[in-house]
């Protein structure tokens, strides 16, 4: 891994954080029902815009 990469991956995971953040703070004024599909984005997003920003950026660099 360089230098870009690590620098990549703790802007997402920094953009992740302040993501979940908000939804702790935000969550109870917005009504969202804990269904499966709902648990699952939510667990799953930070993951997916991880990998997908490293495989962009690996294909630009």
Request: zero cysteines; proline letters at 5%; a neutral charge.
């Amino acid at each position: 891994m360089n230098a870009d990469t690590l620098s990549v991956i703790f802007k997402v995971m920094g953009a992740s954080l302040l993501i979940a953040i908000a939804i702790k703070y935000l969550a109870p004024f917005v009504e969202i029902e804990p269904t499966t599909f709902n648990v699952l984005l939510a667990v799953l997003s930070p993951t997916t815009i991880l990998a997908t920003v490293l495989l962009a950026s690996l294909k630009n660099g």
